[in-house]
């Protein structure tokens, strides 16, 4: 059972206290020390895609971390929701608020909980644009919100750092501290392509050469989902507009509903990998899609191997003492994106 970061993570936490200002002035924070099928071969399919390298920069000497607001983030949003067709905010107080009535009942307001356009970026310690990269968004799950939830409780810059993979981090605030799992933006066709456009321009500056935009813009996409960022999730993977450069989805105790789109996108995308890890509130879901895999003759692990290759499906039940709120930090081990990312070997940074 791996152990949780070490003393130098948790400097980097520490360091993190400064993260607030440091981010919304747009300035550096730190992160954790680095520690095509069809008439191809069989083995091309092994090999990663290489995005079109346009730069000779060499590696970062330092970790780049940093808030920014986006035009295509998910939120705000003014526009219908998807199945139903009804207006989003489908709420006005008596003051003239608008809001968004949940299907559980509960009310929140645009200006207090969809109105942050706000996306965190990172790039690790050694990364290098040189060299086969990935682009791994994540999407967060209820009452979070990034510099406090995702950059320092859950420590997702810093596992992407430990992970030694070549990859660079985009985390969208969704719904602003709330028990809401919509996905606004990205419920648009094409939605999460256009997001992922301006993030190869934003992360091309905090790279600080401009010319590596483009490269940005053609890296494999992984999506990491945690909870009910799986809603989002799935409507990026059935209208997100990106078709094979999506690589990878790795949902941590996530599955709560929309089987039917990763199912049909297990069975679909034969190039791409599935992960699912799960405590006993998502454990009938992935059973669910275990069976429909069986029935169809599909093949799916219970374990991960020690390489992550194109094409695997694994469903990690998570130890009993592991708790939802904390599966960030300890699911099948301590740390489990940078156990699972450190296993994209094809893509380590040395």
């Known amino acids: ?130 060299r086969p990269g990935l682009l791994i968004v994540f999407f967060h799950g209820h009452g979070a919100r990034l510099a406090g939830d995702v950059y320092l409780r859950q420590q997702v810059p810093a596992q992407i750092s430990a992970s030694g993979v070549n990859a660079a981090l985009v985390a969208p605030q969704l719904a602003l501290n709330a028990a809401d799992s919509s996905a606004g933006k990205l419920w648009q066709p094409g939605g999460f392509a256009r997001f992922l456009g301006e993030a190869s321009q934003h992360l091309a500056r905090l790279h600080g050469d401009r010319r590596s935009v483009r490269s940005f813009a053609s890296m494999p996409v992984v999506i990491v989902a945690y909870s009910g960022g799986y809603a989002a999730t799935a409507w990026s993977v059935r209208r997100g507009g990106i078709g094979n450069r999506l690589r990878g989805v790795v949902l941590l105790d996530a599955l709560y509903g929309e089987l039917d789109t990763f199912a049909h996108w297990i069975t679909s995308k034969k190039s791409a990998f599935f992960v699912s890890s799960y405590t006993r509130s998502t454990a009938a879901r992935n059973l669910k899609l275990q069976k429909f895999l069986a029935e169809r003759h599909i093949p799916f692990t219970t374990r991960l191997e020690p390489r992550l290759e194109p094409g695997s499906i694994a469903f990690l039940p998570a130890p009993e003492d592991a708790d939802h709120r904390d599966f960030l930090t300890y699911a099948w081990v301590g740390d489990p994106l940078r156990d699972l990312l450190h296993r994209l070997r094809r893509y380590a940074r040395r």
């Open 1 to 130: 059972m791996g152990g949780r970061l070490g003393g130098k993570a948790f400097a980097f936490v520490a360091a993190g206290l400064l993260l607030a200002a440091a981010l919304a002035d747009g300035r550096d924070a730190a992160g954790a020390p680095s520690g095509a099928p069809s008439g191809a071969s069989a083995a091309r399919e092994r090999v990663p895609i290489p995005h079109r390298v346009h730069t000779r920069s060499r590696p970062l000497p330092r970790a780049r971390s940093r808030l920014v607001a986006f035009k295509t983030a998910p939120f705000p949003y003014r526009g219908r929701m998807p199945r139903t067709n009804k207006p989003f905010l489908n709420v006005v107080g008596e003051d003239g608020r608008r809001g968004h009535r949940t299907p559980f009942g509960r009310v929140y307001w645009e200006d207090e909980t969809y109105s942050d356009s706000q996306v965190l970026l990172h790039l690790p310690k050694g990364f290098d644009i040189r």
